[in-house]
């Protein structure tokens, strides 16, 4: 008998992130082939959430939600999330497969985590399952893209991280909830190697587009380099990123980094406003699940008018320069 499947809960203004849906919904799928159940980690989820955390865990499939206070520690580093998951590990059961989302910091989680317990772990997985030697086995993709690298661990924990985006999510189970366990981790008496002096917001210029909270995304409709400045005019004034499809791409104004879609990534920023895109199928499974979406197209029958919560018919230019002058004016 192997122990439980344990993932570590990516979480934003008190939601869980689209990576942890991905992670908590693999891992039961995972858990059920194995005969075990699925742990949700949720460490420093003190603000108010809209949803409960159990609810939000449990209807991807978690079947028990942790919550984890630290006291004694001003910032939760990389290596404090491995002392917490260090000690649950003696207070709960080892688990048999650790998921982590791969963030700068999970992978930095998942490599101290691993030294702690004397293991494995693999970074930047797409997929992982059981392999005929009842093993964990996670897949990489390397080698520029090109290739699977499959990563059998010969024991456990297998600790992974997770590229967020690589699973997608299926159907949540409305009304399942995640039994809830509290515990509370005294980090006073650990000389923690790392302190952090300040947290501050991300550039949005530079940030990963699956993390942006607003995104401004640029179709061939922009029409022009001159006109692509002004989309990122726009983006900086409103604090958002910007991604595109692959005719922007195609085009230079983004680069592949920032393509959304089937061969691009996938997104759910609270904010994705469309300008002139068609809304093509390949581009739209990669950003279908943003919460709010705002589209500007001079097509009034454009495939994107379907998907989006608000439409703007015109001409992006001339909408742009306008949304411009307004929040120039505020
Ligand atoms: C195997 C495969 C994989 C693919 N993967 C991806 C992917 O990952 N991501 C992706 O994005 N695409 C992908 N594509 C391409 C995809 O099919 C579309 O071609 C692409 O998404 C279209 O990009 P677009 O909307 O910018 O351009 P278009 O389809 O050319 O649309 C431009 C839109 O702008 C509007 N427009 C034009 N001028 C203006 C104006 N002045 N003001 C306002 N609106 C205007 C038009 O009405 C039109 O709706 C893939 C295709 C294939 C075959």
């Known amino acids: 008998m192997v122990g439980p499947i344990w993932v570590l809960v990516d979480h934003s203004k008190g939601q869980i992130t689209y990576v942890t849906k991905e992670m908590v919904q693999d891992a ?17 989820g003190d603000e108010s959430a809209e949803e409960p955390w159990d609810e939000q865990v449990g209807r991807f499939g978690a079947d028990h939600l942790v919550r984890v206070s630290a006291i004694g520690v001003r910032f939760l580093t990389a290596e404090v999330y491995s002392i917490i998951l260090d000690e649950l590990s003696r207070q709960y059961e080892k688990p048999y497969l650790m998921i982590i989302a791969n963030s700068i910091e999970g992978q930095e989680i998942g490599a101290r985590l691993a030294t702690r317990w004397g293991t494995g772990y693999a970074n930047d997985c797409v997929s992982f ?19 699977e690298t499959i990563v059998a661990f010969s024991k456990g924990p297998a600790i992974i991280s997770f590229r967020p985006g690589s699973a997608g999510i299926g159907l ?27 947290i501050f917001p991300a550039d949005p210029r530079k940030i990963d587009i699956t993390e942006a909270d607003f995104i401004v995304a640029c179709g061939h409709g922009v029409g022009t380099q001159d006109n692509f400045l002004i989309l990122q005019e726009l983006a900086d004034k409103l604090g958002a990123a910007v991604a595109g499809t692959r005719r922007a791409n195609d085009k230079g104004w983004v680069n592949i980094e920032r393509r959304v879609g089937l061969t691009g990534k996938t997104v759910c920023p609270q904010l994705y406003l469309a300008v002139g895109i068609s809304g093509a199928r390949e581009h739209v499974v990669g950003m279908d699940t943003s919460k709010a979406i705002v589209a500007i197209n001079k097509n009034p029958r454009a495939e994107i008018f379907r998907l989006a ?10 909408i742009m320069l306008a949304l411009l002058r307004k929040l120039k004016e505020k």
């Open 172 to 198: 949540p189970t409305e009304g399942h909830r995640a039994k809830e366990y509290s515990s509370q981790i005294d980090l006073s008496s650990y000389l923690c190697e790392q302190d952090i002096q300040g």
């Open 309 to 318: 919560h608000l439409g703007v018919i015109g001409d992006s230019r001339e």
């Open 28 to 44: 039961n799928e995972v858990a059920r082939s194995l005969g075990v159940q699925v742990w949700a980690v949720l460490i420093g």
């Open 129 to 147: 399952s059981i392999g005929l030697k009842g093993n964990v086995e996670a897949t990489r993709i390397t080698h520029g893209e090109q290739l």
